[in-house]
């Protein structure tokens, strides 16, 4: 109806490249496979079958054929199916998984070309073919899709618009670009539905790698279907992402439907179900609001669209009323009363359908500021524990699978292990058009932020059900024995039977497909269920019929509590971070700030004020000023070390005021800052002051990872006073040695330390430990089965002083979450190597030489230096590796560079003249590329106009000639000239 209004008006239309680039979106290609389950599913389909039929003369050498048993699509629905985006899914309700009626055609062309389509239902059959084979080699833009149509009874084609001729056009197309070369092969398809409805689809002219073989593998094993060139053993592939049996397992949260994949029926599960300890946690916020806020702009449309029309029939009703309806007007036409009838029911009933829209509208909008909840399932994975992380389901199906959150992330062995599942509703988070993701990132950041808070909760909750030697005998217990989490657990009969009895076996019956829970058996530790598995088979009695009702399934229900930290707990992880920023500063900071152009970079990058202290008395020459990130104050309090070596020049400690004095000069310069004068309050110097403090307040709450918009339980942590105070106090050294001294006596409550002498003395000590030494050594460590470099950033040492464990930060990962605690006393799993290919290339490369850099470095200490060669080295590879064309320095003298030239070398310059030479050969590489392409479409119109000179000469010597594509023109020439001798003989001797 709507496609005869505005005839004249250009109307929008897919191109055969549109098929391609609609397919692109499935980067993984298990989720194209499954879009194809996820329709059958939709169509109430109780089992669907997935198998390959070799074929030679196909690319990939075979076509994979979706078979379901579902309710199947009359023509109309047939006809739907190539409309992109429509889809009657959405007034369906909340259990179906499509939405965007997309799925089939995205999916289909991922995996192959082509595919076509085979459905019954009732008394008639279709059939769908989508080529982008036949649309390329035809050479046609628009897309076609012929759809021939017969009957289920007499099994004779149903004419549709376009007669008989359309019907012998459709099967002709189909049998030259399918498989299936005549009608009758087409109708055997058919058959191999065997009840009155289901579907079929072929997917043929499959997708190849750059190897030439398909992407999908078929032939490792025949009772699955795996991704090729993926090495099964290498450890750092998911099984889901290698085998598709394994992804399908766990592809619903609630599987009722039989997936056979190559005649072998797949065993799903429930995932909630195969955890050890599992505990569910109610979760309820008000910040899902994105797709309600969806809802309640698509209902007032709906709402002002049903009122509008109310509306006009109401106006058209009391024209009629006026004009024959009542009084002296009042017509005695039956056929006026009866058209004033007919438009005063459409009012009345336009005027209901506006209410009932106004009254949803008003529902939708008033539950915008409902909470919406989730439920939380938690529970440790016993069969591998080296898989782990949070599996999220939309409406029970899939969308992103070991999802790291909280402790996860960071690489802790207190969470890991641990699954997390939940099933997210459409009204709360609307997932992508690939089903890979969900559109709206920050609403569901905010979910995986509240995972990792129950996360946490659940690892306390679960103390109580572990053993007494803590996590590491509560995985020994199920046979775990190896601190290696890669590999697998003890195969021993105890152990197995440990975790049979942790996890109850719950299966699926194969003719009612009802779940049942078995009871524990020891006979049956270790063996597999039969495949036709049936609820008559179960040992319980309660439940060993298929008319027996489905057993409910019970979590234990946990109450998450957030934890409650000590106030030494916070001042110790605030104490923690400090030092991680203390350390990285100490990485780039040298003792002589002053005199090294690295270190002032450092100083600028990085943000850290140095304060000068201007006290000469107790200041000597040789003295720098403080690169550390924080003031003496703050270092004293947090027990931080300088980054300065200790002096050996005795300084003179001034006699201690009196505690009630010192308190009351603190007060009132702490009050005066926070109640300033007008004076002060007209001063720019105090404004931006005033300003420099509040980002440093904010700057703090960065680093201690809290979130503003969190409305969550929150502890409110207040920066310390130090770091409020460093912008507006500079006193000198005197006052600064009394209040490490004030700070001592109130918060230790022990006696004054020693005189800074002896204490300079006892640092000097400690700075000669081995421990200072090990830290930044480059080391050598076996992780999944291979040597990964990395370097020590913190140690740990026993009573006898003896290492213990070493913290290692690993060159290819440098993110704080990768690293890792070694056991230091395992000699076999770590070496040092102190001979790194970039750092010994820097360090031949300034030996070239006595330079003022080398001697800047002179004075450095050897992890210092390690570094610093570290860096010259990596910084020359890139030199070199981007010098222009035609620059004035060559690889060679660029590798003899010094510290100084490094620093004066015009890098500006340089990456100008990189450009430029870069945009010159783009330049080149395009205009040649334009050059080929216009050559193309030459040589191409060429060929069209002589195929069309062809065939204008065949039809005037040839009265016989057919109607042809320009593909076969040239075929049906040869075999033209083929004949024409023997032709020649017949007519000579007739």
Same mark, same amino acid.
Not at 374 to 380: P, Q, S, T, W, Y
Not at 608 to 616: D, E, G, I, L, N
Not at 883 to 892: A, E, F, T
């Given at each position: 109806?709507?496609?005869?209004?505005?005839?004249?008006l250009?109307?929008?239309?897919?191109?055969?490249?549109?098929?391609?680039?609609?397919?692109t979106?499935?980067?993984?290609?298990?989720?194209?496979?499954?879009e194809?389950?996820?329709?059958?599913?939709?169509?109430?389909?109780?089992q669907?079958?997935?198998?390959?039929?070799?074929?030679?003369?196909?690319?990939?050498?075979?076509?994979l054929?979706?078979?379901?048993d579902g309710?199947?699509?009359?023509?109309?629905?047939?006809?739907?199916?190539?409309?992109?985006?429509?889809?009657?899914?959405?007034?369906?309700g909340?259990?179906?998984?499509?939405?965007?009626?997309?799925?089939?055609?995205s999916?289909?062309?991922?995996i192959?070309?082509?595919?076509?389509?085979?459905?019954?239902?009732?008394?008639?059959?279709s059939?769908?073919?989508l080529?982008?084979?036949?649309?390329?080699?035809e050479?046609?833009?628009?897309?076609?899709?012929?759809? /021939?149509?017969w009957s289920?009874?007499?099994?004779?084609p149903?004419?549709?618009?376009?007669?008989?001729?359309r019907?012998?056009?459709?099967i002709?197309?189909?049998c030259?670009?399918s498989?299936?070369?005549?009608?009758?092969?087409?109708?055997k398809?058919?058959?191999?539905?065997?009840g009155?409805?289901?579907?079929l689809?072929?997917?043929?002219?499959?997708?190849?790698l750059?190897?030439?073989?398909?992407?999908?593998?078929?032939?490792?094993?025949r009772?699955?279907?795996?991704?090729?060139?993926?090495?099964?053993?290498?450890?750092?592939?998911?099984?889901?992402?290698v085998?598709?049996?394994?992804?399908?397992s766990?592809?619903?949260l609630?599987?009722?439907?039989?997936?056979?994949?190559?005649?072998?029926?797949?065993?799903?599960?429930?995932?909630?179900?195969a955890?050890?300890?599992?505990?569910?946690?109610?979760f309820?916020?008000n910040r899902?609001?994105?797709?309600?806020?969806?809802?309640?702009?698509?209902?007032?449309h709906?709402?002002?669209?049903?009122?509008?029309?109310?509306?006009?029939?109401?106006?058209?009703?009391?024209?009629?009323?006026?004009?024959?309806?009542?009084?002296?007007?009042?017509s005695?036409?039956?056929? !006026?009363?009866?058209?004033?009838?007919?438009?005063?029911?459409?009012a009345? !009933?336009?005027?209901?359908?506006?209410?009932?829209?106004?009254?949803?509208?008003?529902?939708?909008?008033?539950?915008?500021?409902?909470?919406?909840?989730?439920?939380?399932?938690?529970?440790?994975?016993?069969?591998?524990?080296?898989?782990?992380?949070?599996?999220?389901?939309?409406?029970s199906?899939?969308?992103?699978m070991?999802?790291?959150?909280?402790?996860?992330?960071s690489?802790?062995?207190?969470?890991?292990?641990?699954?997390?599942?939940?099933n997210? /509703?459409?009204?709360?988070?609307?997932?992508?058009?690939?089903?890979?993701?969900?559109?709206?990132?920050k609403?569901?950041?905010?979910?995986?932020?509240?995972?990792?808070?129950?996360?946490q909760?659940?690892?306390?909750?679960?103390?109580?059900?572990?053993?007494?030697?803590g996590i590491k005998?509560?995985?020994?217990?199920f046979?775990?024995?190896?601190?290696?989490?890669?590999? /697998?657990?003890?195969?021993?009969?105890?152990?197995e039977r440990?975790?049979?009895m942790?996890?109850?076996?719950?299966?699926?019956?194969?003719?009612?497909?009802?779940w049942?829970t078995?009871p524990?058996?020891?006979?049956?530790?270790?063996?597999?269920?039969?495949?036709?598995?049936?609820?008559?088979m179960?040992p319980?009695?309660?439940?060993?019929s298929?008319?027996?009702?489905e057993?409910?399934?019970?979590?234990?229900?946990?109450?998450?509590?957030k934890?409650?930290?000590t106030?030494?707990?916070?001042?110790?992880?605030?104490?923690?971070?400090m030092?991680?920023?203390?350390?990285?500063?100490?990485?780039?900071?040298?003792?002589?700030?002053?005199?090294?152009?690295?270190?002032?970079?450092?100083?600028s990058?990085?943000?850290s004020?140095?304060?000068?202290q201007?006290?000469?008395?107790?200041?000597?020459?040789?003295?720098?000023?403080?690169?550390?990130?924080?003031?003496?104050?703050?270092?004293?309090?947090?027990?931080?070390?300088?980054?300065?070596e200790?002096?050996k020049?005795?300084?003179?400690?001034p006699?201690?005021?009196?505690?009630?004095?010192?308190?009351?000069?603190?007060?009132?310069?702490?009050?005066?800052?926070?109640?300033?004068?007008?004076?002060?309050r007209?001063?720019n110097?105090?404004?931006?002051?005033s300003a420099?403090?509040?980002q440093?307040?904010?700057a703090?709450?960065?680093?201690?990872?809290?979130?503003?918009?969190?409305?969550?339980e929150?502890?409110?942590?207040?920066?310390?006073?130090e770091?409020?105070?460093?912008?507006?106090?500079?006193?000198?050294?005197?006052?600064?040695?009394?209040?490490?001294?004030?700070?001592?006596e109130?918060?230790?409550?022990?006696?004054?330390?020693?005189?800074?002498?002896?204490?300079?003395?006892?640092?000097?000590?400690?700075?000669?430990?081995?421990?200072?030494?090990?830290?930044?050594?480059?080391?050598?460590?076996?992780?999944?089965?291979?040597?990964?470099?990395?370097?020590?950033i913190?140690?740990?040492?026993?009573?006898?002083?003896n290492?213990?464990?070493?913290?290692?930060?690993?060159?290819q990962?440098?993110?704080d979450?990768?690293?890792?605690?070694?056991?230091?006393?395992?000699?076999?799993?770590?070496?040092?190597?102190?001979?790194?290919?970039?750092?010994?290339?820097?360090?031949?490369?300034?030996?070239?030489?006595?330079?003022?850099?080398e001697?800047q470095?002179?004075?450095?200490?050897?992890?210092?230096?390690e570094?610093?060669?570290?860096?010259?080295g990596?910084?020359k590879?890139?030199?070199?590796?981007?010098?222009?064309?035609n620059w004035?320095v060559?690889?060679?003298?660029?590798?003899?560079?010094?510290?100084?030239?490094?620093?004066d070398?015009?890098?500006?310059e340089f990456?100008?003249?990189?450009?430029?030479?870069?945009?010159?050969?783009?330049?080149?590489?395009?205009?040649?590329?334009?050059?080929?392409?216009?050559?193309?479409?030459q040589l191409?119109?060429?060929?069209?106009?002589?195929?069309?000179?062809?065939?204008?000469l065949?039809?005037?010597?040839?009265?016989?000639?057919?109607?042809m594509?320009?593909?076969?023109?040239?075929?049906?020439?040869?075999?033209?000239?083929?004949?024409?001798?023997k032709?020649?003989?017949?007519?000579?001797n007739?």
């Amino acid at each position: 109806m709507t496609s005869t209004r505005y005839p004249s008006l250009t109307r929008a239309g897919l191109t055969n490249s549109y098929l391609h680039t609609n397919s692109t979106t499935h980067q993984f290609l298990f989720g194209a496979v499954a879009e194809l389950l996820d329709n059958a599913r939709d169509a109430e389909a109780k089992q669907i079958d997935i198998f390959p039929t070799k074929d030679p003369s196909l690319r990939g050498g075979f076509y994979l054929n979706f078979l379901d048993d579902g309710r199947g699509m009359d023509p109309t629905e047939v006809n739907n199916v190539v409309q992109f985006g429509k889809s009657f899914k959405r007034a369906s309700g909340d259990n179906m998984i499509g939405q965007y009626g997309n799925g089939l055609k995205s999916g289909s062309m991922r995996i192959g070309n082509d595919f076509i389509l085979f459905t019954k239902r009732r008394e008639k059959m279709s059939a769908l073919m989508l080529s982008r084979t036949f649309h390329d080699k035809e050479d046609i833009e628009s897309v076609i899709c012929p759809m /021939p149509v017969w009957s289920t009874t007499t099994r004779l084609p149903v004419i549709q618009e376009g007669g008989k001729e359309r019907h012998k056009q459709e099967i002709d197309l189909m049998c030259r670009y399918s498989p299936f070369k005549s009608e009758s092969a087409l109708m055997k398809q058919f058959e191999k539905i065997e009840g009155d409805c289901g579907t079929l689809i072929v997917i043929y002219n499959l997708k190849l790698l750059d190897s030439g073989e398909p992407e999908l593998d078929i032939v490792s094993d025949r009772s699955d279907i795996r991704m090729a060139e993926m090495d099964p053993e290498d450890q750092s592939n998911l099984p889901e992402r290698v085998s598709f049996k394994a992804y399908a397992s766990i592809l619903y949260l609630d599987p009722r439907m039989k997936i056979y994949v190559q005649n072998k029926k797949i065993r799903t599960k429930r995932l909630a179900n195969a955890l050890c300890n599992p505990m569910m946690y109610k979760f309820s916020s008000n910040r899902f609001k994105k797709r309600s806020e969806d809802e309640v702009t698509k209902t007032e449309h709906e709402y002002n669209l049903a009122e509008g029309r109310a509306r006009e029939l109401e106006s058209t009703s009391r024209d009629l009323e006026k004009k024959f309806g009542s009084g002296a007007h009042k017509s005695s036409n039956t056929a !006026d009363r009866v058209l004033l009838r007919k438009a005063q029911d459409k009012a009345k !009933d336009a005027r209901e359908i506006a209410k009932s829209r106004r009254s949803e509208c008003d529902t939708k909008r008033r539950s915008l500021k409902d909470r919406k909840s989730l439920d939380f399932f938690f529970g440790f994975n016993i069969e591998n524990r080296r898989y782990f992380g949070m599996f999220i389901y939309n409406c029970s199906r899939l969308i992103r699978m070991y999802e790291r959150v909280g402790p996860q992330l960071s690489g802790s062995d207190s969470c890991a292990g641990i699954i997390g599942v939940v099933n997210v /509703p459409y009204l709360v988070l609307e997932p992508t058009h690939n089903k890979q993701h969900f559109a709206d990132n920050k609403e569901y950041r905010h979910m995986l932020k509240a995972m990792g808070d129950h996360l946490q909760c659940y690892r306390r909750d679960a103390k109580d059900v572990m053993r007494k030697g803590g996590i590491k005998q509560f995985w020994e217990g199920f046979g775990y024995l190896d601190d290696d989490w890669s590999q /697998p657990p003890s195969s021993e009969e105890k152990y197995e039977r440990q975790r049979a009895m942790k996890i109850p076996k719950v299966i699926q019956c194969d003719s009612c497909l009802k779940w049942r829970t078995l009871p524990f058996q020891s006979s049956q530790v270790g063996k597999d269920l039969p495949e036709g598995w049936l609820c008559k088979m179960n040992p319980d009695r309660k439940h060993n019929s298929c008319k027996c009702a489905e057993e409910i399934q019970k979590f234990p229900e946990g109450e998450f509590r957030k934890e409650q930290k000590t106030k030494e707990q916070r001042q110790a992880e605030i104490k923690e971070k400090m030092q991680k920023m203390q350390r990285e500063l100490n990485k780039v900071s040298t003792p002589d700030n002053k005199s090294s152009p690295a270190s002032r970079r450092a100083e600028s990058s990085g943000g850290s004020r140095v304060r000068k202290q201007k006290v000469a008395s107790f200041e000597s020459d040789e003295d720098d000023d403080d690169g550390g990130l924080f003031s003496k104050s703050t270092q004293s309090r947090l027990g931080l070390k300088s980054s300065r070596e200790p002096t050996k020049r005795s300084r003179a400690v001034p006699p201690p005021q009196p505690r009630s004095e010192r308190r009351e000069r603190k007060v009132r310069r702490i009050s005066e800052v926070e109640q300033p004068s007008e004076e002060i309050r007209r001063n720019n110097n105090n404004s931006r002051s005033s300003a420099r403090k509040k980002q440093k307040v904010i700057a703090y709450r960065e680093d201690l990872g809290l979130d503003d918009d969190e409305e969550e339980e929150q502890v409110q942590v207040q920066p310390p006073e130090e770091v409020l105070e460093e912008e507006i106090v500079n006193e000198d050294v005197e006052e600064m040695q009394v209040e490490q001294k004030e700070d001592v006596e109130e918060e230790e409550e022990e006696v004054v330390p020693p005189p800074p002498v002896k204490q300079a003395k006892k640092k000097s000590n400690e700075s000669k430990q081995p421990e200072d030494l090990m830290l930044g050594k480059c080391v050598e460590v076996i992780l999944d089965n291979r040597w990964r470099s990395a370097r020590i950033i913190q140690t740990d040492r026993d009573e006898q002083g003896n290492y213990k464990t070493y913290k290692l930060k690993f060159d290819q990962h440098p993110q704080d979450r990768f690293d890792k605690t070694w056991d230091a006393t395992k000699t076999d799993t770590i070496r040092f190597d102190s001979d790194i290919p970039n750092g010994a290339a820097a360090s031949s490369s300034t030996d070239t030489g006595s330079t003022s850099g080398e001697k800047q470095m002179n004075g450095l200490d050897s992890v210092t230096t390690e570094y610093y060669n570290n860096a010259f080295g990596k910084l020359k590879t890139c030199l070199r590796y981007f010098l222009p064309p035609n620059w004035r320095v060559s690889k060679d003298d660029i590798q003899k560079l010094n510290l100084d030239e490094i620093v004066d070398f015009p890098m500006d310059e340089f990456f100008d003249q990189y450009e430029k030479g870069l945009r010159c050969l783009v330049s080149t590489f395009k205009s040649k590329a334009d050059h080929q392409q216009a050559a193309a479409d030459q040589l191409k119109q060429e060929v069209h106009e002589t195929k069309q000179i062809i065939f204008d000469l065949l039809m005037l010597h040839d009265s016989g000639t057919p109607e042809m594509s320009f593909n076969d023109v040239v075929p049906y020439a040869r075999h033209y000239l083929q004949s024409l001798p023997k032709r020649n003989d017949e007519n000579a001797n007739p």
